[in-house]
């Protein structure tokens, strides 16, 4: 399982950093991808990155969070500025496309207005 840090409760406006810790084996060879999960709703892709450090984004994420990688660390981040409420979520991290046997219990954000 991929295991998802960094979530908390931060106001409108607010930054968050959050980071995910992979074994090398999973991590070197896939493209890894932040998901996120509101109450209520499915879960959602919210931006991926290859290992070539290609990236994409949900379009109600672009140009707010930016997500990378650290090959030599084998770890994960996902850099939200100007946080809204709606943004609100569950994150999580996992390959993409994701793999049932990687989610983890994610990390909770939330935005208060």
């Known amino acids: 399982q991929l295991q998802a840090s960094g979530g908390g409760l931060v106001q409108a406006g607010g930054s968050l950093r959050l980071s995910c810790a992979a074994s090398?084996?999973?991590?070197?060879?896939?493209?890894m991808a932040w998901y996120r999960q509101a109450p209520g709703k499915q879960r959602e892709l919210v931006a991926l990155?290859?290992?070539?450090?290609?990236?994409r984004y949900a379009d109600s994420v672009q140009g707010r969070f930016t997500i990378s990688r650290d090959n030599a660390k084998n770890t994960l981040y996902l850099q939200m500025d100007s946080l809204k409420p709606e943004d609100t979520a569950v994150y999580y991290c996992n390959t993409f496309p994701s793999r049932m046997s990687s989610w983890g219990r994610g990390t909770q954000v939330t935005v208060s207005s």
């Open positions: 090398r084996s999973i991590f070197s060879i896939n493209t």
């Open positions: 990155v290859s290992t070539v450090a290609t990236t």
